[in-house]
């Protein structure tokens, strides 16, 4: 497990404070939460891995492995291939500021 802030290996993403009662961890570089992805739904976990933000990548590579029962899940490769596609796109559209009208 590591921050998703930092980068800094910290051991667990959330410990229990009392009986049943769990809370997030702070890293102990940066003081912010270690991983705040951990209660996030999977919707907005993929919106930022879309807008490229590194705390995304961290969380779904380092950390969202722990959670799963095998090393990739199906949807972990969907999600994957629907990334890559949408940068394929993003690239494609950043060399060809007209459009597609440009690309014929």
Same mark, same amino acid.
């Given at each position: 497990?590591?921050?998703? +802030? ?21 890293? +102990? ?10 209660? *996030? ?14 705390? %995304? ?9 722990? *959670?799963?029962? %095998? ?34």
């Amino acid at each position: 497990m590591i921050c998703v +802030e930092c980068g800094q290996p910290v051991n667990n993403v959330h410990h229990r404070v009392h009986g049943a009662e769990e809370t997030l961890t702070r890293c +102990e570089y940066c003081k912010k939460v270690a991983d705040k992805y951990v209660e *996030y739904e999977l919707v907005i976990i993929f919106l930022d891995l879309v807008l490229h933000k590194p705390q %995304a990548y961290r969380h779904v590579i380092f950390n969202r492995m722990e *959670y799963s029962d %095998a090393w990739l899940s199906f949807r972990d490769v969907q999600l994957a291939f629907f990334i890559i596609v949408l940068e394929a796109y993003h690239q494609t559209q950043s060399q060809h500021q007209g459009g597609w009208a440009d690309l014929s």
